[in-house]
């Protein structure tokens, strides 16, 4: 059955231009959006990139499954990764995204070849696929490229953390307020494709405590919702709404990733 609206309202779609897949070997010295991979040496970066493959990520692709090997990393340069924990029942809880300042498969470089996660696009993107056996033999050679996931993986680890106490002790309207907030942050658009299934999953809570605190949001004009796609609509006031772990998070991202001259982020190291 097919899901119905909170509301009547239409939610204009943002413009969406056509995918440009930079080839990362090309020789006009453009790199690609990924944080990790503008950031690298020329050096660095040679090394991987002719093994980079152009991807497009649509939604709810699977980058890898829970205790099987993570045979490709996957940089974003556009899209949300979503790092969920899946119980025996099927039953799943997010416990970290993931935008272009990152990618996935993080354990392969730490000398695990599987992880206990399902890794899923949640947002539509586009990005970069390298087997992991590559990049972790650049990655022990230590180097730029071995700071910047050292970085990265702190961030991960601030998340994740965060969302263990979130989980526990936060109410479900704070905690989807911060939620929202996280993963526009990460997709860098106010935009997002998600039903009230997906966020219940995503939240560990029944689909109609999902809807009563959206609709809540939405009456308040934080959000517009309409056919599984919200909108952030007032940044403020869903920020006020939102608990505390959303600004501890934050905080934390605004101190490693800074704006550069450019306007662009880049890892302070």
């Known amino acids: ?64 499954e829970p205790n099987q090997p993570i045979e490709y990393l996957y940089f974003l340069n556009s899209g949300l990764i979503s790092t969920d924990v899946v119980t025996a029942k099927g039953e799943q809880v997010e416990v970290g995204v993931i935008g272009r300042e990152g990618f996935s498969g993080l354990a392969a470089l730490l000398n695990q ?87 219940s999953q995503m939240l560990g809570v029944q689909r109609s405590t999902v809807t009563v605190a959206a609709g809540a949001m939405q009456r308040d004009g934080m959000i517009g919702y309409s056919r599984g796609r919200i909108q952030i609509l007032d940044r403020a006031a869903l920020t006020g709404a939102a608990c505390e772990c959303y600004g501890i998070v934050n905080a934390s991202y605004d101190r490693v990733l800074k704006k550069g001259e450019d306007g662009e982020r880049v890892y302070v190291l």
């Open 1 to 64: 059955m097919k899901e119905p609206p909170l509301s009547n309202g239409h939610i204009p779609t943002p413009p969406v231009s056509s995918l440009r897949i930079q080839n990362p070997s090309s020789s006009n010295g453009t790199r690609p959006r990924n944080i990790i991979l503008s950031q690298l040496p020329d050096e660095e970066y040679a090394a991987l990139a002719k093994s980079l493959v152009p991807v497009e990520l649509p939604l709810e692709k699977r980058l890898s």
């Open 113 to 199: 070849p599987q992880m206990s996660h399902s890794v899923i696009m949640q947002g539509t993107g586009e990005g970069l696929r390298i087997r992991s056996s590559v990049v972790r033999a650049e990655f022990l050679k230590g180097g730029m490229l071995q700071k910047l996931v050292h970085a990265f993986a702190y961030l991960q680890l601030v998340q994740v953390t965060q969302s263990v106490l979130c989980n526990r002790m936060h109410e479900v309207d704070a905690r989807l307020a911060r939620w929202l907030l996280v993963s526009a942050d990460r997709m860098e658009s106010e935009f997002l494709n998600l039903t009230q299934e997906f966020l």
